[in-house]
């Protein structure tokens, strides 16, 4: 299957810092990538869809201004945490949608191995 | 706004046993996704459905389609301690490709 990265794989910050999350496609290229956080013992939230070349676009409830997404190439999405905060500290994952490669059938997603951020 | 019930919330189960978990849904998806994750990792992709009644197998795993684009299960045939971990079905907006996820099956394998 398709290879996703991030870096760095968990960071630690002090209260009021900004931190950046990469997420590359490694073998492929990806015009659409998603970004998620997750809490202990819950399932993925979709926070934003990162559009190469263009705007992203945030889910209700997800502050833009907090959550800074470019898509500056098509293997590479940046997600910023501006002046973060304790309760900011969550899992953050990315994925990146995947044509139908040639297989029968349709497209997907294949998701990075995660960033831990954890604020102080 | 959309929402996938997945069940069980947890199983726990003998090694060699066969499990099977499902995930319903109030909206029609073209596709239908089920994902693996491990602790602290990202989920990794188990099997991808796309058409109304496919039935298909990765290995050990066999998941289908419902006919009503409504549903999916999943089957582990002869689990093994590796197993274990977190199960997610996710249904895929078609114009979008945002995934809607379940909320997990979390499978613990007694040796």
């Known amino acids: 299957g398709a290879v996703v990265s991030q870096h760095p794989s968990w960071v630690i910050c002090k209260s009021g810092t900004s931190v950046k999350i990469e997420c590359r496609s490694l073998?492929?290229?990806?015009?659409?990538m998603f970004w998620y956080r997750q809490f202990p013992k819950q399932s993925l939230m979709l926070m934003a869809t990162?559009?190469?070349?263009?705007?992203?676009?945030?889910e209700q409830g997800v502050e833009k201004d907090k959550f800074l997404i470019n898509h500056a190439s098509l293997t590479l999405s940046t997600l910023t945490v501006t002046s973060a905060h304790p309760e900011d500290s969550s899992f953050y994952i990315c994925?990146?949608?995947?044509?139908?490669?040639?297989?029968?059938?349709?497209?997907?997603?294949?998701f990075g191995p995660g960033t831990r951020l954890l604020v102080l | 706004g959309q929402q996938l019930n997945q069940s069980p919330q947890s199983m726990f189960i003998q090694e060699g046993e066969d499990v099977s978990m499902n995930c319903t849904s109030s909206?029609?998806?073209?596709?239908w996704l089920w994902y693996k994750q491990d602790p602290g990792e990202g989920p990794v992709l188990l099997i991808a459905?796309?058409?109304?009644?496919e039935l298909t197998s990765n290995g050990r795993l066999t998941a289908q389609f419902g006919i009503t684009r409504k549903d999916s299960f999943l089957n582990i045939s002869a689990s093994i301690p590796s197993d274990v971990g977190i199960y997610f079905c996710?249904?895929?907006?078609?114009?979008?490709?945002?995934?809607?996820f379940g909320q997990g099956t979390t499978l613990q394998v007694k040796p």
């Open positions: 994925s990146a949608r995947v044509g139908s490669l040639g297989l029968a059938g349709g497209e997907t997603q294949y």
């Open positions: 073998d492929f290229q990806a015009t659409t």
């Open positions: 990162s559009n190469e070349g263009s705007k992203a676009t945030y």
């Open positions: 909206s029609i998806f073209n596709t």
């Open positions: 459905l796309y058409k109304a009644g």
């Open positions: 996710a249904g895929q907006l078609s114009n979008t490709g945002k995934l809607i």
